[in-house]
Every structure is written in structure tokens, then in C-alpha cells.
């Protein structure tokens, strides 16, 4: 008697190493999280219980996002707050069997709420150290400003990061609402320059325009979302000859209206085409997804064979140390194996 298809599938999911290259430590939150830290400050504008709060939690449209997400943020106000949060998401990437994330960090929304950087690296930092050590999930740091706030921002997140920043953090980023990135070239080459590598939020809704800002003014090394640069077919040809990673999330693209429907996704485009994807959750909690569920939709819009190759792309697309990525590619290539996906 045969197994079913989506039993099988689960089962590859479940047992494929993960690496995760786009999530946002914020909006990785879980309500309940929020909930505590909310109680602890008496923060404004949240639900009084959590059953009420899981409710308003639940995305209903962007700017309920941008809603909830700046109430997540105003409750993180001490280093212990940050530690916190950073413990609540690796266990949760941990147990669906992420081994290595590089977690974006808003770190001027912090900043302009007159919380030091040194408060929130010092928070992360303790508990990335303890994640590794008790959940063997590696965390890494991609701290980030919003394009649509200007170019103090971008300059005063650069010079904390250049600052404060740790060992940890292999790169430096730009999300926020799409806009011109042509301000911010010399902000990014001082970053390069300390040797963080150009990780920019780009092509998700502002056109293809803002990918080739990416690339050109900005020295990009891996592009976070990049789905409009399907409708340039000379800027496709060249992502795949460069093979220049573009961190997809499908769930966050339809939640953000990005794309309609699901089946309308360009990933398979995106991967038929040859583009080096990656497979993200972006802001998981907010969005009601995380990287298993990711991995579950693109198993059904690539098979089992897509799946893995998406799983290998997203080692060959971090930062991790050459011999860590060796034994993860191994490790896919087993798990793999098992399966009987070649």
C-alpha cells in the first residue's frame, strides 16, 4: 500500500537541514511574547488578554501589520527584553530543524526610540550564545534600516553597527517601504569596507528598478525578496550569470499583496529560469507561517527534487564557514538520499 504524497512530503520537510537568510528578529514575535513584554512595560495599544491579542495578532492587511509590528517593538526597551525575544525565536527555529540563520535586525526602529545599540547587540548576543549552545542553531545578524526613513538613518545605524556591533553581524541591510536607493551608495560602501557584506530588501514591490539599485549603487551580494526581477528579462539573465542569490518568501509576498494568489507565485519561474532562490519566512508570526510551511509550499509548486535544491541553495547563499557548509550540503544530500529524491 503506498504512501501519501503529502505524508511523504511532510516527512522531507521535517527531516531537511534548514538555513533561514531572511527573517526579521521582530517580526518573528509570537504573541504571547508580545503579550509578557507588554504586561512588563505597560505598553499602550495592546490587547489586555491574550486571547484577545492572539485576534488582533492575526495579519488582516499591511497597515495591521505595520500595526502590530510597531507595538512589537515598543515592549523591547532592555537588553533582557532583546535576549528574550532572541531565545523564543531560535527554539522555534530550532525545532523545525533550522540549523542556521541570518536574522535581520531593526535596529534604527530602535535607535529613534533612544534604546542604545550596545543594549540590544549585548541582548541578542547572550542569547545567540546560549541557542548554539542548547539548541545547536546558529544565529547571525543583519542589522537594517527602513529606505523610506532617509539618509540619517541609514548613517545613524551604520555608525552603531560599526560601533557596537559584534563578531556576529556578516551584514548590513535596507528594508522599510521601497524606495530610491541611490542616498544611501556611500552608507553601504562604509559598510563593505568594515567587511559586511550588501544584503538590501529590493523587487518586491517597487519594480525592477530598485534590484538594479541593489546591484549597481549599493554592491549587492544577495537580494531580499527580488520577485519583480522577473519582469526584466535582461536583469534576470544576469542574476543567473552572476548566480546572485534573491531570498524568496511566498507567504509574506501574498500577505503584502505582492501576489495574488499562491499558485501565481514567480518561484517556479524564478527557478526554471535559473535564479539562485532561496526559501525565507520574512516575518513569521505576523504573517501565520514559518520556514516549515515555506517549505510546504514550495514542495507543492516544485516537488520533492525543487525542494532540495532549494535547501542546498540556501547553504550555498550564506555565510557560513566553508567547511560548516560542506557538512550541511552532505547532510542535505543524505537526508535526500533516504527519501529517494535524487
Excluded at 528594508?175 to 559586511?196: D, H, K, M, Q, T
Excluded at 544576469?238 to 501565481?264: F, G, K, M, Y
Excluded at 516549515?292 to 564557514?321: K, M, P, Q
Amino acid at each position: 500500500m503506498s504512501q501519501d504524497p503529502h505524508v511523504l512530503a511532510g516527512s522531507l520537510v521535517d527531516d531537511l537541514p534548514k538555513v533561514e537568510l531572511h527573517v526579521h528578529l521582530e517580526g518573528s514575535m509570537p504573541a504571547e511574547t508580545l503579550f509578557e513584554l507588554a504586561k512588563r512595560h505597560r505598553v499602550d495599544g495592546v490587547p489586555d488578554t491574550l486571547e484577545e491579542l492572539r485576534s488582533w495578532y492575526a495579519f488582516t492587511d499591511f497597515p495591521h501589520f505595520i500595526e502590530v509590528y510597531l507595538a512589537s517593538v515598543r515592549t523591547l526597551r532592555e537588553e533582557a527584553d532583546f535576549a528574550l525575544l532572541t531565545s523564543v525565536v531560535a527554539e522555534e527555529l530550532a525545532a523545525q530543524n533550522v540549523r542556521y540563520a541570518e536574522v535581520h535586525v531593526s535596529l534604527y526602529t530602535h535607535l529613534m526610540r533612544g534604546v542604545p545599540a550596545k543594549v540590544v547587540f549585548d541582548g541578542i548576543e547572550q542569547a545567540r550564545i546560549e541557542a548554539e549552545r542548547d539548541h545547536g542553531v546558529q544565529l547571525r545578524w543583519i542589522p537594517d534600516f527602513p529606505a523610506d526613513f532617509g539618509l540619517e538613518a541609514a548613517e545613524n545605524t551604520v555608525a552603531a553597527v560599526l560601533r557596537d556591533g559584534p563578531s556576529s553581524v556578516v551584514g548590513f541591510g535596507v528594508g522599510g517601504v521601497e524606495s530610491p536607493l541611490e542616498p544611501y551608495a556611500e552608507v553601504f560602501g562604509r559598510a563593505r569596507a568594515a567587511g559586511l557584506a550588501s544584503l538590501p530588501h529590493a523587487g518586491e514591490h517597487g519594480g525592477p528598478v530598485r534590484v538594479r539599485e541593489a546591484l549597481d549603487l549599493l554592491k549587492a551580494e544577495r537580494i531580499g525578496h527580488g520577485i519583480d526581477t522577473m519582469k526584466d528579462s535582461e536583469l534576470v539573465a544576469r542574476l543567473v550569470d552572476e548566480q546572485l542569490p534573491v531570498d524568496v518568501s511566498p507567504t509574506s509576498n501574498l500577505r503584502t499583496r505582492a501576489v495574488e494568489r499562491i499558485e501565481d507565485h514567480p518561484l517556479p519561474a524564478m527557478f526554471d529560469a535559473g535564479l539562485l532562490v532561496t526559501l525565507n519566512s520574512d516575518d513569521p508570526t505576523m504573517f501565520g507561517s514559518d520556514l516549515t510551511g515555506e517549505y510546504r509550499i514550495a514542495h507543492d509548486l516544485l516537488g520533492a527534487a525543487g525542494l532540495v535544491r532549494l535547501a542546498r541553495n540556501g547553504v550555498e547563499a550564506s555565510y557560513l564557514g566553508a567547511a560548516r557548509r560542506r557538512a550541511l550540503l552532505a547532510e542535505i544530500d543524505a537526508v535526500a538520499a533516504r527519501h529517494g529524491v535524487s
